[in-house]
Each structure stands twice: as structure tokens, then as C-alpha cells.
């Protein structure tokens, strides 16, 4: 049998390959940080990392690092079991207190990862006899997540008012609806309008739910999320996040809320139930993160004078970028082929950014995302934008 399945997927993997869609995997020699060292066709090379979800630039932050070893030291190395069975450590529920801090909501639970978090959340609370109203450019584990409930699925047009409010009317022959939404849309960069979501969530008897992987640590006064960017604390339910990228960038997901919710969770949930607890050294870390931030709000300051610099300075060259509230900046380039040809080009240039192209986005949205991070220095912001503009010209794309 494989010989048959084996030639279907070497065709599959061919025309995938000639239509430029082929995504190779360029390796990193070195900690993540804004000045990486990579190895580019067998050649070591230091150059600027771009794309990265590092946006308060402490994944090799030195205090999380002595965190981390001191959590293996104290707790091991790992759980070796799931939270229910003996894997839950004081350590987790202070992690889990201190995402319920920052967050300002009742109680959180833990997961390896957000992808984690967002599959289980729906089918522990809602049946056949519900509704959940889903933004269309929603992140796929919040999909996959959908798909393992039995509620009903509505779905509503990128942050499109009057689509989610035909949605909501339409629910209303469900018990209970919930709209489910990121924080920050991943490939686009546009933050969810979250006060117009509530008050239509209020309006017709719903729930909120929100994925703040890329919003937490990155918008609001103090990068707090949604919640703080338009001011709807107590009004979002559900809140599901990552470890992963603003929190200093290892692994381990959450989701924070109302506390029955989060009960029923831990109850339930099945990536909770049958995955082994987050390592020591990763919830040491998180706890020093958040006391990190506790303590100052320069990291998040920095990271947003550097967006508004190199947004302003990228239009200015005549660059077509998607508008941002966050520390997405989309280069649009429309074109599979052109995106990976810009980014090689790029890396030669000592810019290492990454081409999205279907399936990741739309067909025809082809583009270059650049993620700004508070670990990035004026000198790096110049260096990426005078390389933006060199490449740009070459091939084309401005003037």
C-alpha cells in the first residue's frame, strides 16, 4: 500500500514545489535574539532576525534564564504526568495566579501549548445546542478547536460588525453562543475590535472568548491585551494565550476567565487531562516573567517606538503595509514566488524574514511579515529598512 501512497504524496510535494509553495526550514545556530547566527547552505552568517515572535525580546533574556535553571534545581526537570494524576507542582498554580493577575479574571489553567488551549476549550462547554460565531481569520487551532465541538458554527467576516451581528441574531435558536476571536490577527497585524464585540455580545446574550498570543505583551497602555486596549475588563470570558512569544518565547499555553469555566476545564479538557504539565523550568521562568513586568513597562515602550518607527519609515519608501496596531508589520507583496524570492534576497543581505503565502494566507495576499521586538536597536531598524528599500528596487516592487 505505501508504494500507491508513496507516489501520490511525491506528485503532491512536486506541484507544491512548482508552484512555489514549498516552505524550507533555514537553521539557527544560535539563541533567539534581535543579532542571530544562522547556517545558510553550509555557511555560518550573523544576521537580523525579523521573524520572530520575540516581541519583548526575552527569549534569552539572562534573569529568565537563571530562573529556569533554578526551577530544575528546586522541581526537576520534568512532570512525568499530567496535572491530575501527580504532576501539578506549586509552582503551576503560581504561574496560574500570576496569569490571573495580568489578566485581571478569575482563574487560569495551563497547557503545553496555546494550540492546546484553544482545542479544548469548546467541547467540554458547549453541544449540539449551541452556537459558536467565529472570526474568519481566526488562528487554526481555534478552528480545529470548532471541530471537535458539536455546536453550531457561524462564521463572520475579518472584524466585520454587521456580519457578526446577522450571526448573532441567527443564534439566538441556540441556548448559549459564544464569539470567539483573536486578540491580534497573526498574518494582517490588525487588532479585533473588541468594545464593539461586547457590546454586541451583551446586546444578544453571549459569551466572549479572545486568543491573545500575539496581543498580550504588545497592545494597550501596557501591553496588557485587549482587554486593556479598549477597556472591557470583566466583559471578555475567556482569554487564551502562550508562554510562547511575548512571554518569553518557550513553550506552555493558558486559559484564564470566570472560574466555573476555568473548573469545567480541568475537568474536561482533554489536552489538559492526557498531556504531561508544563516542565519546571519553563513555569520558573513564566513566574519571573510576569514579575518582570510587574516591576517596569520599558520593554513594552521600546517595542512600540520601534514599530512606529520602521511602519512610518517602510510607507514613507512607498511599501504597501497592511495598517497595524500591533507589532505585525505586513509587507504586501501579492506574488507566492516573489515573497520567497525577497526573503532569500533579504537573508543576503543579513535580514533574515520569512515569505507567507497560501495556504498560511489567502491566495493572491502573498507577503513579507516582519515582527518588530523590543530587542531590536535603531541600528537594526535602519539596517532591515535600507535592505527593504535595495531588494524592493531590484525586483520591482517600488520605485
Not at 528546586?74 to 504561574?95: A, E, N, P, Y
Not at 458554527?153 to 456580519?163: G, K, L, V
Not at 490577527?185 to 459569551?207: H, Q, R, T, W
Request: aromatic share 8%; hydrophobic share 40%; charged share 25%.
Amino acid at each position: 500500500m505505501y508504494g500507491k501512497i508513496q507516489e501520490h504524496l511525491q506528485n503532491e510535494i512536486k506541484e507544491i514545489r512548482n508552484a512555489g509553495l514549498y516552505k524550507e526550514e533555514r537553521i539557527i545556530i544560535s539563541a533567539q535574539t534581535a543579532e542571530i547566527k544562522v547556517n545558510d547552505n553550509g555557511q555560518e552568517k550573523e544576521v537580523l532576525n525579523f521573524c520572530a515572535n520575540n516581541y519583548l525580546g526575552l527569549s534569552d533574556n539572562p534573569r529568565l534564564i537563571d530562573a529556569a535553571k533554578k526551577a530544575m534545581d528546586t522541581h526537576g526537570f520534568g512532570m512525568s504526568s499530567v496535572r491530575f494524576i501527580c504532576g501539578t507542582q506549586d509552582i503551576h498554580k503560581q504561574l496560574e495566579k500570576a496569569i490571573s493577575n495580568y489578566f485581571k479574571t478569575e482563574d487560569t489553567i495551563l497547557y503545553a501549548a496555546c494550540f492546546d488551549a484553544n482545542g479544548g476549550v469548546f467541547e467540554p462547554l458547549f453541544t449540539e445546542e449551541d452556537a459558536i460565531i467565529s472570526d474568519s481569520l481566526n488562528h487554526a487551532s481555534i478552528i480545529d478547536g470548532v471541530r471537535l465541538c458539536k455546536a453550531k458554527r457561524y462564521r463572520f467576516a475579518n472584524a466585520n460588525m454587521e456580519e457578526l451581528e446577522k450571526c448573532l441574531q441567527e443564534a439566538q435558536a441556540q441556548r448559549f453562543r459564544i464569539i470567539v476571536t483573536d486578540g491580534v490577527f497573526s498574518m494582517d497585524g490588525n487588532v479585533a475590535p473588541m468594545d464593539k464585540i461586547c457590546d454586541l455580545a451583551e446586546k444578544y446574550d453571549a459569551l466572549v472568548m479572545v486568543d491573545e498570543c500575539h496581543s498580550a505583551g504588545v497592545v494597550g497602555k501596557t501591553g496588557r491585551g485587549v482587554a486593556e486596549q479598549y477597556n472591557v475588563y470583566g466583559r471578555v470570558d475567556i482569554h487564551t494565550g502562550t508562554l510562547g512569544k511575548a512571554f518569553g518565547g518557550a513553550v506552555g499555553g493558558f486559559t484564564t476567565g470566570r472560574k466555573e469555566i476555568i473548573e469545567m476545564l480541568r475537568q474536561r479538557s482533554r489536552p489538559y487531562l492526557f498531556s504531561n504539565s508544563i516542565p519546571p523550568a519553563v513555569v520558573g521562568a513564566g513566574i519571573e516573567m510576569f514579575k518582570m513586568l510587574e516591576e517596569s513597562n520599558d520593554l513594552h515602550t521600546k517595542l512600540m517606538e520601534n514599530v512606529t518607527y520602521f511602519r512610518d519609515k517602510m510607507t514613507a519608501a512607498g511599501f504597501d503595509i497592511k495598517p497595524t496596531q500591533s507589532a505585525i508589520c505586513a509587507v504586501m507583496l501579492y506574488d507566492a514566488p516573489l515573497s520567497q524570492k525577497y526573503a532569500a534576497r533579504l537573508l543576503d543581505e543579513g535580514i533574515y524574514v520569512t515569505g507567507f503565502y497560501y495556504p498560511v494566507v489567502p491566495k493572491g495576499e502573498a507577503r513579507i511579515r516582519v515582527q518588530l521586538s523590543a530587542a531590536h536597536d535603531r541600528k537594526h531598524l535602519d539596517k532591515a529598512i535600507e535592505a527593504f528599500i535595495k531588494v524592493g528596487k531590484e525586483l520591482g516592487v517600488i520605485k
